[in-house]
Every structure is written in structure tokens, then in C-alpha cells.
């Protein structure tokens, strides 16, 4: 038999199904969409949908995987072409 973890995490559904849990892939599927649409990953990290899906581990866990770090990547390169990042443009 699989183990399900204890009775308090079944009841608070924090139990994973293996290294990332489904949740966890829609989160970070959920994150890497909104840093294409070029919000922030600060402002994506505030936003409802995350906080109200993962705990902070989780969050944590999440900012390591490579497809998210190579969508922040893109979005700060677009950013950097942009000039919105230019300390001179008012």
C-alpha cells in the first residue's frame, strides 16, 4: 500500500504524489505563463492563485525548477531590451 502521510497532512492536503506534486506543476506551469505575459516573477509570487496553492517550501522548491528560471530569464532579457529597466527613463 502507497503511503498517503499522516491524517492532519490528508486533511490539510498537503500530502505530494512524488517529487513534484500535480499541484506543483500547475503552479509552476501557472508562473512560467504569467512571466510570458511579462509580469514580474515579484508580482507573480503575490498574486492569489500561488500563494493560495503552495506553501512557502513549495514556492521555494519552485524557484529552483530550470523551466521557470529559464522563463524569468527571458522575461528580464525583454525587460532589459525594453529599457524598462533603465534607471534614466522616467
Partial sequence: MAEQGTFWERLSGSTREGPNSEREQKV????????????TLQEVLREEYVRRNCSQPEIEQILTNPRLVHAARERMERAFESGELDPGRS
Fill in 28 to 39: 509552476l506551469h501557472y508562473m512560467t505563463h504569467r512571466l510570458n505575459e511579462d509580469v
